[in-house]
């Protein structure tokens, strides 16, 4: 999977050098398109067959994941031949994968079939549902990370049977449930009754219309209905990594990891964005007022920022995975303590937080300007020309600042994974961070007072 998805990129930049085109064009699911490339003959026979191998590897790859999920085999010495089901948050995430890559799929058939055998009505239709479809599934990336991540914090007491609380792991199928009904609206109910699916006036949001008002409001109310269902247990899975508590002792523990608490800084950030434009456009709709319009571009603004959230959540638990395999003890058992190098963790920090200050940057010049808000076509935030140049100067330069700084963060994360050693990761190293690790709340009423000494702080 990895190295179909480098392929495509490759495929992409060397384009222009192969063809001498000036310049590789793209749709707008980043598939190469070559309905607007001018080479043909043998060498587009190749490209196109190269694309769709590179395809076919992608989701090969995806494929055989998910059979080896179900069907790998535990230790003997542990596990005694009865292994554990699928956990919740796994098969969750298995799901949330499957939509994901079957509406992208899907997206491809469809062009692929226009390309070869021309365009008809349903292709036109299905093809306009699934543009449609890509915007409800765009969820999974930051769903799947939170439910992998409460899960992991779980194993960090409990390694062989540790699970998130019972309740929790009903909001991973609440979550995951409602991006499928949402998809599933998009794309099936217009075959089934007469209504058409259009895209709302921000992204990530559908509106449906019908002449029958009834079925318009049944429509409407379930879409909102996935919604608010997706953001509540999203909010749930969020607290259950605070309130859990080791199953022997609550003193015993542990504080969250720094992975963990990079990715609900992400999240928060992530499902904010969505979650304030989807509560503003819901208010525009019954109440037109200058201030909501304000907070729709403040929160559009935002969007673009955010895409880093998913992939840097990820490298976060990557990393953190790989310390704990190096963290193992001769007893077979991994310390609670465990992670990545100080220095590493640091630069999770740094790289969350450089998010955040984009994020802020970029909304701030919307919420200070007093012209209407212009996109330019990467979806960035164009300066509004009536701003003081020394403040936009300002806040251009904080934010190509922080840009870098997300960059450099993420990049010597990467580098960690090759340098740390198990005498180099805690708890075997000696030594701190630059930022000090979060108190570990006592839970339940007999928990002792704990206080963690931060060293140097």
């Known amino acids: 999977c990895a190295n179909a998805v480098m392929a495509q990129v490759l495929l992409v930049v060397l384009i222009p050098v192969i063809t001498g085109e000036a310049a590789a064009k793209t749709d707008e699911d980043g598939n190469l398109d070559m309905s607007q490339m001018q080479v043909g003959g043998a060498?587009?026979?190749?490209?196109?067959?190269?694309?769709?191998?590179?395809?076919?590897?992608?989701?090969?790859?995806?494929?055989?994941?998910?059979?080896?999920?179900?069907?790998?085999e535990g230790p003997e010495e542990i596990w005694a031949g009865a292994e554990p089901p699928v956990s919740p948050a796994l098969f969750s995430t298995i799901i949330l994968t499957a939509t994901f890559f079957s509406v992208y799929l899907l997206v491809a058939v469809c062009k692929t079939t226009q390309e070869l055998a021309g365009n008809s009505d349903f292709l036109k239709k299905l093809s306009s549902l699934l543009t449609l479809a890509k915007f409800t599934?765009?969820?999974a990336p930051m769903l799947a990370i939170l439910f992998i991540g409460a899960r992991i914090r779980a194993l960090q007491m409990d390694p062989k049977n540790g699970n998130p609380q019972r309740w929790a792991q009903q909001c991973f199928y609440l979550c995951t449930a409602s991006l499928m009904v949402q998809t599933f609206m998009v794309v099936v109910m217009p075959f089934l009754i007469n209504c058409q699916v259009k895209m709302g006036s921000v992204e990530?949001?559908?509106?449906?219309?019908?002449?029958?008002?009834?079925?318009?409001?049944?429509?409407?109310?379930?879409?909102?209905?996935?919604?608010?269902?997706?953001?509540?247990?999203?909010?749930?899975?969020?607290?259950s990594v605070f309130l859990i508590e080791h199953p022997k002792d609550p003193a015993l523990t542990p504080?969250?990891?720094?992975?963990?608490?990079?990715?609900?800084?992400?999240s928060a950030q992530f499902f904010g964005v969505y979650l304030g434009l989807?509560?503003?456009?819901?208010?525009?709709?019954?109440?037109?007022?200058?201030i909501v319009t304000k907070l729709m571009a403040i929160f559009e603004a935002g969007q673009k920022t955010v895409m880093f959230a998913p992939m840097l959540s990820i490298l976060c638990w990557a990393t953190r995975m790989r310390a704990l395999q190096l963290a193992k003890a001769e007893d077979g058992t991994i310390p609670t303590t465990a992670g990545p190098p100080y220095w590493a963790q640091d630069?999770?920090?740094?790289?969350?937080?450089?998010?955040?200050?984009?994020?802020?940057?970029a909304m701030i010049?919307?919420?200070?300007s007093g012209e209407d808000i212009e996109m330019d076509e990467n979806g960035c935030v164009k300066t509004p020309k009536n701003m003081n140049p020394i403040l936009t100067m300002s806040f251009e330069a904080i934010r190509y600042a922080s840009l870098l700084s997300m960059y450099g963060g993420s990049s010597a994360v990467v580098v960690s994974m090759f340098l740390m050693?198990?005498?180099?990761?805690?708890?075997?190293?000696?030594?701190?961070?630059?930022?000090p690790p979060p108190p570990q709340v006592p839970i339940g009423p007999n928990a002792p007072e704990m206080k963690v000494p931060i060293p140097g702080f």
């Not at 010049?365 to 200070?368: D, G, H, K, V």
Request: charged content about 10%; hydrophobic content about 50%; overall charge negative.
């Open 278 to 290: 989807f509560i503003c456009n819901t208010v525009k709709q019954y109440v037109q007022s200058s």
């Open 255 to 266: 504080p969250l990891s720094t992975a963990m608490l990079c990715t609900m800084c992400l």
């Open 365 to 368: 010049i919307p919420a200070l």
């Open 204 to 239: 990530g949001d559908v509106e449906f219309e019908t002449e029958s008002e009834g079925i318009k409001a049944v429509l409407t109310a379930a879409r909102y209905l996935a919604l608010v269902s997706m953001y509540a247990g999203f909010t749930a899975v969020v607290c």
């Open 137 to 139: 599934v765009n969820f």
């Open 421 to 435: 050693t198990p005498e180099n990761i805690p708890p075997y190293s000696e030594g701190h961070g630059m930022v």
């Open 43 to 72: 060498m587009a026979t190749v490209i196109s067959a190269l694309r769709y191998i590179i395809m076919l590897g992608l989701y090969g790859g995806f494929a055989t994941v998910v059979y080896g999920c179900f069907t790998m």
């Open 347 to 361: 630069c999770m920090y740094l790289a969350t937080w450089s998010v955040l200050i984009q994020l802020t940057m």
